[in-house]
């Protein structure tokens, strides 16, 4: 799987992005990043994970993620940005993003 950095993420966008995390459901940092984008009220589809179940065979098959949280950014344009494992820079970069970085007319077209 290729290394994302936060300059992978926009940031700027006329609409907000589609974020789906997946873990299992004793992962701290699974929590974490929940509660982070519940803090900050951001929408995002959360899909549990067990070892060996279909999630988990998606995100290691499609996306390479050995790490969870898997998070996968679903951008304007149908460009997917995703990385696996705890990563605060791409959280942070992710949560200015939708808080800043879309206008605020396109942010309650896209709720």
Partial sequence: MPTVNSMDLPQTARVLPTITIYGPRDCPN???????FE???????KIDLEPGDENHR???????CQQTPVITVKLEG???????????????ALVRLCA??????????SR
């Fill in 30 to 36: 699974f929590d974490k990043a929940i509660q982070l």
């Fill in 39 to 45: 803090r900050k009220g951001i929408a995002y589809t």
């Fill in 58 to 64: 998606h995100v290691t098959e499609k996306f390479g």
């Fill in 78 to 92: 149908q460009r997917t940005v995703h990385w696996g494992g705890h990563c605060m820079d791409m959280l942070m």
């Fill in 100 to 109: 800043e970085g879309v206008a605020s007319d396109h942010k309650e077209a």
